[in-house]
T-cell receptor, first 111, second 115 residues
Framework: AQRVTQPEKLLSVFKGAPVELKCNYSYSGSPELFWYVQYSRQRLQLLLRHISRESIKGFTADLNKGETSFHLKKPFAQEEDSAMYYC?????????????FGDGTTLTVKP | NAGVTQTPKFQVLKTGQSMTLQCAQDMNHEYMSWYRQDPGMGLRLIHYSVGAGITDQGEVPNGYNVSRSTTEDFPLRLLSAAPSQTSVYFCASITLLGTGGSEAFFGQGTRLTVV
């Protein structure tokens, strides 16, 4: 069974500090991993996906198949980064395009 | 290009009432899903559809019905609302990636309170 675990429900850092949101997954094949973000009162939106290897808003995430992790990192957090972050997994074995989401991490960046 | 449109944004129901949450997408995606978002429980899949006329249950389908008469529309029906259905509901339109995974595009959500 596939599973996504985000061990931290809440994470608080000061502006300018580095931030890392943890995500671990369980999947038997080759997964696609994503980070979605939800700013206050807004819809969920894709932040980045591992296959594109891009940096969005200063965030990066590296897929570590050995540790089955896909942690989201940013070297210098900004107040506007405060949001709910979801790690998600999909893959060829995922029935009909379903994605599995973690429970989410609420990031607060304090001034 | 509107993407995924959900209505209403907010709704208060009395226990036992019925209602339909509307979802429409203009991206011509075959796959659509309904999720509910509850504090500490993340996003849980209610129902999903792989195309017009085809639907299937997700993780938490009880108390909800869906239908998919067109590619564009995927309404979610609550037949007899219960307080446990108080939640934020998100509709997603999904595109399959060439690598076998999928990416979801979400609506703005419906905040439902059942009293």
């Amino acid at each position: 069974a596939q599973r996504v675990t985000q061990p931290e429900k809440l994470l608080s850092v000061f502006k300018g500090a580095p931030v890392e949101l943890k995500c671990n997954y369980s999947y038997s094949g080759s997964p696609e991993l994503f980070w979605y973000v939800q700013y206050s009162r807004q819809r969920l939106q894709l932040l980045l996906r591992h296959i594109s290897r891009e940096s969005i808003k200063g965030f990066t995430a590296d897929l570590n198949k050995g540790e089955t992790s896909f942690h989201l990192k940013k070297p210098f957090a900004q107040e506007e980064d405060s949001a709910m972050y979801y790690c998600a997994l999909s893959g060829p074995d995922t029935n009909a395009g379903k994605s599995t989401f973690g429970d989410g991490t609420t990031l607060t960046v304090k001034p | 290009n509107a993407g995924v449109t959900q209505t209403p944004k907010f709704q208060v129901l009395k226990t036992g009432q019925s209602m339909t949450l509307q979802c429409a997408q203009d991206m011509n995606h075959e796959y659509m899903s309904w999720y509910r978002q509850d504090p500490g429980m993340g996003l849980r899949l209610i129902h999903y559809s792989v195309g017009a006329g085809i639907t299937d249950q997700g993780e938490v389908p009880n108390g909800y019905n869906v239908s998919r008469s067109t590619t564009e529309d995927f309404p979610l029906r609550l037949l007899s609302a219960a307080p446990s259905q108080t939640s934020v509901y998100f509709c997603a339109s999904i595109t399959l990636l060439g690598t076998g995974g999928s990416e979801a595009f979400f609506g703005q959500g419906t905040r439902l309170t059942v009293v």
